[in-house]
């Protein structure tokens, strides 16, 4: 989510329904239908996002915000009120389990994004490990951006487990060098947007000197 790219939450919604707006069916490749998109999105209460597998979560992969937030924001900006948002586990078919979004992003942050035996097996894939850590910073970034089911207190806990932990920011450095100034400039942006609130004074300046070689 490039930060030069959009402004405000309408940015968003308006590049989900642009890209959105065309109809597949018998006779119809991609035809545009942005008005049918737009009339079925203004009569949504609520959106859900199923997910059939648990070998991945929704802060692995950029999709479900894409999807999911997408959705979510272009409805805010039609109905003038977000929808709720579900996150449905059919992983078990037999016992599918409907969580909000902010309560599943919760038990993924819980369970693996700050998890200290997650990071540690991400350690041993080197610089793919540093890159799946990236890559969790940003799609929460994704959810904070289109919904509100982030808090301040979660991109504290992937900063305090990522870049605050001298051991960790040292792997990163290590096997990744661009991640941790990619990394870095993320958690700036979400501070800069207002997605996060640092509880150290020090943490501003800490991600500007890192995230320096990220604008070379």
Do not use: C
């Amino acid at each position: 989510m490039n930060g030069s790219a959009w402004d405000k939450r309408q940015d968003l919604a308006e590049a989900y329904l642009a890209s959105s707006g065309f109809a597949y069916a018998q006779g119809h490749d991609g035809a545009p239908a942005r008005g049918a998109l737009e009339a079925m999105a203004s009569s949504v209460d609520g959106v859900v996002q199923a997910q059939d597998a648990r070998e991945f979560d929704l802060l692995d992969s950029d999709d479900f915000h894409e999807f999911a937030g997408g959705l979510s924001a272009a409805i805010e900006r039609l109905k003038g009120e977000a929808p709720a948002v579900y996150h449905l586990d059919t992983s078990r078919p037999e016992s599918p389990k409907a969580r909000t979004l902010g309560k599943e992003i919760a038990l993924v942050m819980r369970g693996r994004a700050a998890s200290p035996k997650w990071i540690a097996a991400m350690r041993e894939h080197g610089h793919k490990g540093a890159a799946e850590m990236l890559a969790t910073v940003r799609n929460l970034m994704g959810f904070a951006a289109t919904t509100d089911a982030t808090g301040s207190h979660q991109f504290e806990a992937l900063y305090d487990a990522y870049l605050g932990d001298d051991e960790t920011r040292g792997f990163i450095a290590d096997a990744n060098p661009a991640a941790l100034t990619e990394m870095a400039a993320a958690f700036l942006e979400a501070e800069r947007r207002g997605f996060w609130r640092p509880r150290r004074n020090s943490a501003h300046h800490h991600l500007s000197t890192l995230a320096e070689g990220a604008a070379r």
